[in-house]
């Protein structure tokens, strides 16, 4: 039996068509190539960036080839990569999520919105945002046409049908202690969120397309970027990988994968890359590591939780 995956999906830019879309039982995509692409789907995503970038580059000069990828890999994933069965959460822009089982391969609607169409089936239930998790939110929330939810199953079935799961959810098997959890599970949000206040704010910026962040769960050929920022000169682009608890030894291979991607597929002819690894403890393992991987650092986090006792007594006035 197949596996049903998950998807989000953003209808418009700050969903301007999800009406649109929801009337007409579809999702769809666009990015400017007005061409039938029925024909030109292969089963490897990397087979159709590898013909589409030049294309996609041609008709926008000024946009990078980092902009490009993505660009060409969300549509490929609307138009293939979804399979009939799969489920999408689309938010309305009202707070709220449509859910909906796509049931139709690609079909090409040429002079309509979002012409890169798919057929769904659409659940007459919304999901709210407040009802998810604060992993799933930031998930749902992060910036791009499509990213992968799969990981959240679990919790997505219990919303559709109604059953609310509890506020805070470890859907990362490798960390042993769930209360640790709830207060790293804003690690990523936490870093996108105050970027200019840190070390890596001195001299990066998160990747950006037309003022929107793009760098944010940037998607790979061996798994998504947790974030991708580039050097305020425009010379480097950095790969950072961020670990909620004790990162291990291989944490360094992962991140050595993302760099040769960013390197071969993203990086212009004059542009290095860096990475970055970011954990509350490492151990002998990486540091042996991390000791012939000159062009990766680490970089340990804290994270605080104080209780402070109130002086207000029972009538709630104070003592």
Not at 127 to 135: F, G, H, L, P
Request: proline share 4%.
């Amino acid at each position: 039996m197949a596996t049903k995956n998950y998807f989000r999906i953003m209808l418009g830019r700050k969903s301007r068509y999800a009406e649109v879309c929801q009337k007409g039982n579809f999702i769809g995509a666009d990015f400017e190539i007005n061409l039938d692409l029925t024909e030109k789907l292969p089963d490897d995503w990397r087979l159709f960036n590898r013909e589409f970038i030049p294309i996609y580059l041609k008709d926008h000069p000024d946009k990078t080839k980092v902009s490009a990828g993505l660009a060409c890999g969300a549509l490929w994933t609307v138009a293939k990569g979804i399979k009939n069965g799969d489920i999408v959460l689309c938010p309305n822009g009202s707070g709220s999520y449509m859910v909906g089982e796509v049931v139709e391969n690609y079909s090409y609607h040429s002079g309509d919105v979002l012409p890169h169409r798919r057929v769904v089936r659409w659940y007459p239930n919304l999901i709210e945002r407040t009802a998810m998790s604060k992993a799933l939110q930031y998930s749902t929330g992060s910036i791009g046409t499509v990213s992968t939810i799969t990981k959240f199953a679990e919790e997505i079935e219990k919303l559709i049908s109604g059953n609310v799961p509890p506020t805070i959810i470890a859907t990362d098997d490798t960390i042993e202690d769930p209360s640790t959890f709830a207060l790293e599970e804003h690690l990523e949000e936490f870093l996108i969120q105050n970027w200019k206040q840190t070390e890596f704010g001195k001299k990066y910026n998160i990747y950006e397309e037309d003022g929107e962040l793009v760098g944010q769960q940037y998607p790979s050929d061996t798994g998504p970027i947790d974030i991708l920022a580039i050097s305020k000169d425009k010379k480097e682009l950095l790969v950072v990988e961020l670990k909620k608890g004790r990162a291990s030894d291989h944490v360094v291979g992962q991140v050595q994968r993302y760099m040769g991607y960013v390197q071969q597929e993203l990086a212009e002819e004059s542009q290095t890359v860096k990475g970055v690894i970011v954990a509350l403890e490492d151990d002998i393992r990486i540091r042996r590591a991390l000791s012939v991987a000159p062009n990766i650092e680490f970089y340990r986090y804290q994270v605080s939780f104080k209780l402070y006792k109130s002086d207000m007594n029972g009538t709630g006035k104070k003592k």
